[in-house]
C-alpha cells in the first residue's frame, strides 16, 4: 500500500499537481532517499515515453481519418482509382508477377511440348528414309558424255561399230558391291525395283549394264549381274561375306557413291535391330548420304557384315543395315535356280590385318555405283 | 512572404496536432507522393502509408522544437517520402537505383534515422502494452494515453472505488515498467 501512494505521490510531483507544501516535503525526501530520487528519474522517463507515446498514437488515429474524410470529400485521390486509371494500377502493382507468372507458362509450356514430342510415338514412315540417290540431269548430262567418248574410243578400237544405244535417263542411284568374280552384285531393292535398264559405274568411271537377277523387297535386297562385254571379271574377291553376326561397338566402315565419286565413312555398330526393333537390320553409327544406299558394310577385317539401307531422318548418323545373314538367305533361294547353282562366293577375306588405307584401296575396284532409269 | 508565413503557421499547428492543419498538409501532398509511390511499383496502400509516416516524421520534428523548415513543406515531404520508400523498396529486395520524379529534394538523412529509432521505441512500448492482456491494457490506456482520472476509470471499469482501480492499476503499471525497462535496456544495448 506504501508503494501504491509513493507512486501516486511520485506522479502528482512529475506533473506538477502538488501543493507548494507538499513538493517542498516531497523533494526533501528525494534528497535523503536514494531510492525515491531513483524512481522519480525512471518514472519520468517511462511517463514521457508514455506520452510521446500517446501522441504518436493519437497523430496516427487522427491521420487516418483525415485520410477517411478527404477521401470522402473528394480532396485526394481515393483509395481505389476507377476505369482506366484502375487498370492502370493493377498492372502497375502486378506487372512483376504478371511477368514472372507468364515466363513461368511460357517455360512449362515449352518443356511439356518438348516432353510430348519426344515421348509421343511417331510415324515410321516419316523417319526412315532410303538412300537411294536422285541422279540429276547434269550428272545425266556427264555421264552421257563418258559414254560417248568410251563409244568413240570402242569405235577406233574396234572398226565394226556397234549400234549407239539411245540415252537412257536413270532416275535413281545407289551403291553395290561384287559377291562374286563372275559379276552378281548386291544392292538395296528399292534402287533397281522399278528399273528396266541397269548401268553400273565403277571407280574409274566405266560403264556397265547390269540386270536384276533377284529382287527381295521385304528384305531389301537386290541381285543384279553384270552383263557387259567390256567387263573383265576378276579373278577373285578380296573380301567375305560374314556368317556371324556383329558385336556392338565394333567399327565398321563403308564405300559408296553420295556423289559421283567413291566416298569413304567409318563408324561403328550401335545396335543390333534397326529401325523399331527391325531384326533383319543393325543400326550402325556413321555418316551416310542418298547414294550410300546398297553400299557394303565392312568390319575391320574387310568382311561385309551388311549393306546399308536406310538412315533416320530425325536423328543424323543412326543409319539402318541389313544384317549380312540376309544376304545368304537370298543367295540361297537364288541358288536353287539352275542357273546360278555352282555360284562361288568368297570364302575367305584377304584383307585381314591389313590397313585401312590398304584394305579401301583394295576393295574400291569391287563397290559400284547402280544407276536404274 | 505570405506563404511563408502561411508555411510557418500550418507547421505551429501541426506542433499542437490542430486538425486543420493536418488536413490541410495532407490535401496540399498526399496526391503527389502517391502518383511517386504508384509510379514506382507500389499500390495504393503503400502510398497511405508512406504519407502517413512522412507527416509522423514532419510532425515529431516540429515537437521537437528545434525544427527550422529551409524550404517548402512540399520539397520537405516529397523528400522524406520518397526516402522512405527507396527503403522499403530494398527491404523487399526490390531496388531501384533511380525513383522516377521530377521534384527537387532535401537532404533527410538524420530524420529519417530519428524517426526509426523513436518509432521502434514506439513499437517497443506498443508490443509491451498488447502484451499486458485485459483488463491491465485497457486500464493503463484509459490513465495514461486518454488521460482519465481514476474515478472515472473506476465507474467505467466496474470498480467499488478509487482506491480499488488504483491498486489495480499499480500491478499493471509494474508488469508493463518491468517488461518496457528490460526491452528499453534489450534495444538501447543492441543499438
Redesign the interface.
Known sequence: MD??KL??AVERYIRGEMTPDERLHFEQLRKTNADVDQLVV?HTL??Q????????????T???E??A??AEQG???S???RGRAKVV?LW??Y??VTAIAASIAGITTIGFTALVWSVAPKAPTSELEMLKRKVDIQEIKSKQLQTDLNHVKDKVNTPVSAPTPAPIEFKSGGTGFLIDAKGLMITNAHIVKNSRNIRVVNARGQQFNAFVVRLDVPRDVAVIKIDDDQFKPPISLPYSIRKSSTDIAEPVFTLGYPRDEIVYGEGYLSARTGFNGDTLSCQISIAANPGNSGGPIFDHNGDVIGILTSKETETEGVVFAVQSKYIYRVLDDLKKSPLYKNMKLPAKSTLNGLEKTQQVKKIQDFVFMVKGD | MKAESSEKALLQGLAQSDKKAIETIYKENFNMIQSLILNNSGSADDAKDIFQETMIVLYERVRSGTFELNCLIKTYVYSVSRRLWLKRLQQMNRYTPSLDGLHETVPVEEEIEEHERMNSEFEMMNKAIGSLGEPCKSLLEAYYLEKKNMQEIARSFGYTNADNAKNQKYKCLMRLKKIFFAQYKNGNGNG
Open positions: 508503494d501504491i507512486l501516486d525512471e517511462f511517463l515515453q508514455m506520452n510521446r507515446f500517446s501522441e504518436w498514437k493519437k497523430f496516427k487522427d491521420l487516418q483525415v485520410h474524410e478527404l480532396e485526394i485521390n483509395d481505389r482509382p494500377y502497375r502493382k506487372k512483376r
